[in-house]
């Protein structure tokens, strides 16, 4: 037995430590599970091998490829394999101290990571290599043509004048001023760099959308600028941005328009190999459905 005072400085000393008191609450817990349900003498055993080895190599890359990487494992060097073991080791002894102090129940986060876990299972029995037939992917292409609409873009120049630089009402005068120049000296788009202060970023703009403009200039900038029908060919403003001020030569307009299959085959296709694999993972999910009686937590009955 031990003297009562070294017992005493004892759990002193582990009532002032959290770390002691987790890793006591999981020996505890662990205690009583094999006290109570007599768990096996093997219970504390950790098999390290290579089915292990090879199942997280595929969760980290997220494909489910069995003979991939138990090829990758065997050119692996002994001190690559060794770390990727440690690290195993590492995870696993968290992971069982984590159930033994029942962590995982009611926590939505790993609720959600376990559904996720599935449902990345399931995709991994699901083939989503090799090429489509053509016709399947022309088929979900006239399907979904709307999805690939080529947004408005606009060919452009323009002459700013620096709020920053200036003050903004001497901005916008000075802008008032030039937009007479450029009219009456019949300024072209080519001939733009030579007026007014150095923007930020361009003064050409050829085929943008409006995003790409509202992203250097400002939405309001945009909106004005992409209007259906513009005075192109002339030179218009001022138009205001949040940096200042813009007379803008318009040189041509585009308008939404379809894709052409032949330009975007490549993602049209994995967009519908994506599309294939998500469906089959839904069947999956229906047919599990299937097993269980959902019940309606809102109704009385």
């Not at 595929?58 to 990727?84: N, P, S, Y």
């Not at 150095?198 to 939405?219: C, T």
């Amino acid at each position: 037995m031990f003297p009562r005072f070294l017992c005493s400085s004892f759990i002193a000393g582990v009532a002032r430590q959290p770390l002691m008191h987790f890793l006591l609450l999981g020996a505890l817990l662990f205690a009583a599970e094999r006290l109570f349900n007599g768990a096996a003498d093997n219970a504390l055993e950790i098999r390290v091998g290579r089915e292990q080895l090879v199942t997280m190599l595929q969760f980290r890359a997220k494909t489910f490829d069995q003979e991939r990487f138990d090829d990758e494992l065997d050119r692996m060097g002994e001190d690559a394999r060794r770390k990727l073991e440690q690290e195993w080791l590492r995870e696993e002894l968290l992971y069982r101290e984590a159930k033994a102090l029942q962590l995982d129940r009611d926590d939505y986060v790993i609720r959600q990571r376990l559904a996720n876990k599935m449902e990345f299972i399931a995709r991994g029995f699901i083939s989503n290599d090799g090429n489509l037939p053509r016709e399947q992917v022309e088929d979900y292409f006239d399907r979904h043509k709307d999805d690939y609409l080529q947004p408005a873009s606009i060919t452009f120049t323009h002459v700013f004048f620096s709020s920053a630089i200036h003050g903004r009402q001497r901005a916008a005068q000075l802008a008032e001023s030039a937009l007479e120049t450029l009219r009456a000296d019949g300024v072209a788009f080519e001939q733009a760099n030579g007026y007014g202060d150095q923007f930020a970023y361009h003064s050409n703009y050829v085929e943008r959308s409006r995003d790409y403009v509202a992203a250097q200039f400002d939405e309001q900038f945009a909106r004005e600028l992409f209007v259906p029908e513009g005075d192109d060919g002339e030179w218009q403003g001022p138009l205001e941005s949040v940096l200042g001020f813009h007379l803008v030569l318009v040189a041509d307009r585009q308008p939404a328009r379809p894709a052409l299959l032949a330009n975007i085959y490549a993602q049209v296709e994995a967009d519908a190999r994506e599309a294939r694999v998500q469906r089959e993972v839904d069947q999956v999910i229906a047919k599990l459905k299937n097993r269980y009686r959902i019940i309606d937590g809102n109704s009385d009955s």
